[in-house]
């Protein structure tokens, strides 16, 4: 299982560019999980539903099944939130797992940047981001900027950049 993250600021287009990058590393036979850390609070249950009862009334987890899909639901209730270390050794075995957000831990990272945003550019202050894929040319970036239309270039550097979730803090050899 290898690992690489997306970053950069909100409005940039990172859930954008996974739905287009997905389908093409699945095309390519390839296994794919996400990641995505929020920073507020989120239900993914339905109120009203069987199990956000289960879950409102105190249930620490919430296991819900069917025939299509399977859903843990777990209520911290005060426990600490899980450090992305803990939620990867979570996860089924996959051939690439996707980050979106946890910027502060040791991954290669692709940073996602619209000039237009007006915000300035992440890269200079993550020694983890590895590329830039960028709307408009960044004469500035001190690392390779890919065209943010172009999916393939960006799932070749997702590929080539990504790390062993064994060894996450490493960096990719480079060619």
Do not use: C, N, Q
């Not at 995505?36 to 239900?43: E, P, R």
């Not at 590895?130 to 550097?157: F, G, N, Q, T, Y």
């Amino acid at each position: 299982m290898r690992i690489i993250g997306l970053s950069g600021w909100s409005g940039a287009g990172k859930t954008t560019v996974l739905a287009r990058a997905i389908p093409v590393l699945l095309a390519r036979g390839l296994k794919v999980s996400t990641v995505k850390h929020a920073h507020h609070g989120f239900d993914v249950d339905i109120p009203g539903k069987d199990s956000h009862t289960h879950r409102m009334v105190g249930a620490s987890e919430v296991f819900v099944s069917s025939s299509a899909r399977w859903a843990l639901v777990h209520e911290l209730r005060g426990e600490h939130e899980p450090d992305l270390d803990e939620i990867l050794k979570r996860l089924a075995p996959v051939d690439l797992v996707i980050v979106e957000g946890f910027k502060r831990h040791k991954h290669p990272k692709l940073e996602i940047y619209r000039a237009s945003l007006g915000k300035p550019l992440l890269h200079p202050d993550d020694d983890w981001i590895v590329a830039v894929a960028a709307d408009a040319p960044v004469p500035e970036a001190r690392v390779p900027v890919l065209p943010l239309d172009d999916v393939e270039k960006i799932v070749d550097v997702l590929l080539v950049e990504s790390v062993p979730v064994a060894h996450p803090g490493a960096r990719a050899e480079t060619a």
